[in-house]
């Protein structure tokens, strides 16, 4: 069994550790948080030590993997930390705030021979998993619609600063790029519109993305919802033989998801619309555990850093959209 230490304590990092103690493919052994409170009450909760420094734990502990559940300004930090001391690294989304600093992590990470991966959670979402197995069903694809809406976090400051979260288009919207990617690969270009907060950030944008295999998708994504709205997500595809229409629609920002309306059907031509069931899993535990079994065999991790490499270069694209008012390509 691999061991693993978590940076960061926070929401995620506390996600990640229910995930990893759920499963049977890693064993937490620290985590490290700097703010004392945060620290402690992690510690008690998982049954592990937590240390203020990433030095120290290292030089009491030799976890196998480093897990980076921090604020996405500080992931090329501890990624290259991580590599330094030749752990292999598995790093929350959003993987950076720029390319450049994505592309430096990734060749510190293949200089060190380290396993490195970035944490893109939708992938494994079991519903999502089981749209992109059916997909083919619709046959050549007339177009493609998709939404992640949510009410602004409530239990940080740092998500409204977008020098430090990168705002919704970052953080939220990024999902979506991400999992359209993997259904559709490069993209050709973009147009995006949207709506900047107050402090900067892009928390409500609507992209308009064609891919270069012809598929055309309008995607929007929302962290700033008013009212009490609820976290509500939906992926809808048309396609020469029917449509596949997928609603979620939970409890304030994911809190009640036990209460949730969660359902995927199918609509084929000359049938009966048939709901379409999928198996029960945990995405992050899922997603640990994918990574965790291609370090255990040897073989590439499923997720290539390089990939994530790129939807970090369409997010950009998409924000200098927003800025310019004009379609942009990838660079």
Not at 220 to 235: D, K, L, V
Not at 279 to 295: I, K, N, Y
Not at 302 to 313: A, D, G, M, T
Request: net charge negative; proline share 5%; aromatic share 10%.
């Amino acid at each position: 069994m691999k061991t693993i230490a978590i940076i960061g304590s926070g929401y995620i990092g506390n996600v990640h550790a229910e995930a990893v103690q759920r499963g049977s493919a890693l064993k937490l052994v620290a985590f490290v948080e700097k703010v004392e409170e945060k620290g402690k009450a992690a510690a008690e909760k998982f049954g592990v030590p937590c240390f203020a420094d990433a030095e120290e734990m290292l030089a009491k502990l030799n976890p196998d993997i480093l897990d980076i559940c921090l604020p996405s300004v500080f992931h090329e930090e501890f990624v290259i930390f991580a590599a330094s001391h030749k752990k292999h690294v598995i790093c929350e989304k959003p993987f950076s705030l720029s390319s450049d600093a994505c592309s430096r992590m990734v060749k510190a990470c293949a200089d060190a021979e380290v396993y490195f991966m970035v944490a893109q959670v939708l992938r494994y979402f079991p519903e999502y998993m089981k749209i992109k197995e059916i997909l083919p069903k619709l046959g050549p694809l007339h177009g493609v619609s998709c939404y992640r809406l949510a009410q602004h976090p409530n239990w940080t400051t740092w998500h409204r600063d977008p020098k430090i979260s990168g705002g919704g288009l970052f953080d939220l919207h990024l999902h979506e790029i991400d999992y359209l990617y993997s259904l559709f690969g490069e993209v050709d270009h973009v147009y995006a519109a949207g709506w900047k907060s107050p402090s900067g950030c892009w928390n409500h944008v609507f992209s308009n993305l064609t891919f270069k295999n012809g598929v055309k998708v309008q995607a929007e994504g929302c962290s700033e919802m008013i009212g009490n709205y609820p976290f509500s997500a939906a992926f809808r595809a048309v396609g020469d033989n029917g449509t596949l229409d997928y609603k979620l629609s939970a409890g304030f920002n994911i809190e009640n998801l036990g209460a949730a309306s969660n359902k995927l059907t199918l609509f084929e031509k000359d049938k009966e619309p048939a709901e379409v069931v999928w198996a029960v899993g945990d995405g992050f535990q899922l997603e640990l555990e994918a990574f965790t079994a291609s370090l255990e065999a040897g073989k590439p991790v499923p997720i290539p850093p390089e990939n994530s490499v790129y939807i970090i270069k369409i997010i950009e694209a998409i924000q200098r959209s927003l800025e310019t008012g004009k379609a942009e390509r990838i660079q």
